[in-house]
Every structure is written in structure tokens, then in C-alpha cells.
């Protein structure tokens, strides 16, 4: 069975800060990926990652970056400077990978993180 | 365009109303899904079409009825549906091309079951 855990239930900064929300996965699969969603207060998830199971670089996008250790099996994301507009949930997922056609979108996600980034 | 839109925003119902949640996507993609969220909750997928064809339902009752008529759009039926049942209904698309795609999220639908 797969699973994904988030410990930090709440997390709140201060503008500019760095924040690192942590995500660790449980799996038996060798081949899996793994996602980071925002969800902002307006409801919709946003996607921001998608990383398989064998490319285990690291990967900075503007203020974003994550840190994928299969080693540890964990997938930490990183956002450095916060800013307000960062406030939302954000959740880690994980998706089996076979083929056959039903695996689509079957994410397992973890509770997600609550992201308060204050002025 | 790279939305999907989902309608109403809101919808409060009761026990013994019929409903249905409409989801759009003009993206062209193939695989569309049916999420459900309660409050402070992580999304739980309910069903998954590819090609406009139901190839995922997990286990969900019978009260809520998907229909897919088109491949932009996808559709959820509700029929005396329970209080518990109150919670975000988010439509999601992807490509349909392969496994553990990117997914595109509606704003949802705030469910309300008085």
C-alpha cells in the first residue's frame, strides 16, 4: 500500500522567510512518481512538480526548489523569500506507475501542509 | 485556454433533490475525474474516464451517477444524497496519454446537503 505523510500540519512565516515543507513516502512500487499540488484559498489545485521515481535531481524553478532522496524517501519542497500570494495548502502525492490504462490519477496524497506566509 | 470550469460554484441541496455538477474542459484532453474533498482533507479520487469511457469508480454509492457525454465535457448526477456528503467536488482533466499525468483542477463545487 502507498502512502504519504506530511507531519507539519501548519506552518507560519514571515515574508522573506525560507520555508521547507517536508513529504515522505512509503511504496513497494520501483517505478512511481511523485507530485506537489498548491491549493490557493480560490479551491483549485495547482500542479506544481511531477518527478519520477529514477531521476532523483534536485530542481529549482524560481523561488521553488525540491529535494528528492530516494535514499530517505522523501520529497522536501523548498520556498525561498516567501510572499503572501505563497499562503495556501500544499499537498505531496504519490502515483503508481503501470501500465494498463487504470492508473490514471490515482493519487495518493498526503493531509497537506497549511502555508500562512504573514506581511 | 488551459482551464477547466466547473458550475455552480455553490450548491445547497436537500435530501431529497435531484442535482448535477457540470465540468468543462476545452483543452482536449481525454481523461476527466471526479474528486471529492472534505474540509481540511486531501482530495479522494471518486471516478476517472479515458476516452469517455468510466474506467475508475472507486466504490462510490450509487446516489452520485457520472455521465461523460463529450470529451470536454463530464457531468455528476446527485440523488438523495446524505448531510455527510456536504464537501468540495472538484473536476480535474489530463492528457489521457499515459500513467500519472499532471492534472488540470476546476475551482469546485461547494456542496451543501441540508
Known amino acids: 500500500a502507498q502512502k504519504v505523510t506530511q507531519a507539519q500540519t501548519e506552518i507560519s512565516v514571515v515574508e522573506k522567510e525560507d520555508v521547507t515543507l517536508d513529504c515522505v513516502y512509503e511504496?513497494?512500487?520501483?517505478?512511481?512518481?511523485l507530485f506537489w499540488y498548491k491549493q490557493p484559498p480560490s479551491g483549485e489545485l495547482v500542479f506544481l512538480i511531477r518527478?519520477?521515481?529514477?531521476?532523483?535531481q534536485n530542481e529549482i524553478s524560481g523561488r521553488y526548489s525540491w529535494n528528492f532522496q530516494k535514499s530517505t524517501s522523501s520529497f522536501n519542497f523548498t520556498i525561498t523569500a516567501s510572499q503572501v500570494v505563497d499562503s495556501a495548502v500544499y499537498f505531496c502525492?504519490?502515483?503508481?506507475?503501470?501500465?494498463?490504462?487504470?492508473?490514471?490519477?490515482?493519487?495518493?496524497f498526503g493531509q497537506g501542509t497549511i502555508l500562512t506566509v504573514h506581511p | 485556454d488551459t482551464e477547466v470550469t466547473q458550475t455552480p460554484k455553490h450548491l445547497v441541496m436537500g435530501m431529497t433533490n435531484k442535482k448535477s455538477l457540470k465540468c468543462e474542459q476545452h483543452?482536449?484532453?481525454?481523461?476527466m475525474y471526479w474528486y471529492k474533498q472534505k474540509a481540511k482533507k486531501p482530495p479522494e479520487l471518486m471516478f476517472v474516464?479515458?476516452?469517455?469511457?468510466?474506467?475508475i469508480n472507486e466504490s462510490v454509492p450509487s446516489r452520485f451517477s457520472p455521465e461523460c457525454p463529450n470529451s470536454s465535457l463530464l457531468n455528476l448526477h446527485l440523488h438523495a444524497l446524505q448531510p455527510e456528503d456536504s464537501a468540495l467536488y472538484l473536476c480535474a482533466s489530463s492528457q489521457g496519454r499515459t500513467v500519472a499525468e499532471k492534472l488540470f483542477f476546476g475551482s469546485g463545487t461547494q456542496l451543501s446537503v441540508l
Open positions: 502525492a504519490l502515483s503508481e506507475a503501470y501500465a494498463g490504462g487504470t492508473s490514471y490519477g490515482k493519487l495518493t
Open positions: 474516464y479515458s476516452y469517455e469511457k468510466l474506467s
Open positions: 518527478r519520477n521515481s529514477f531521476d532523483e
Open positions: 483543452m482536449g484532453h481525454r481523461a
Open positions: 511504496t513497494r512500487d520501483t517505478t512511481y512518481y
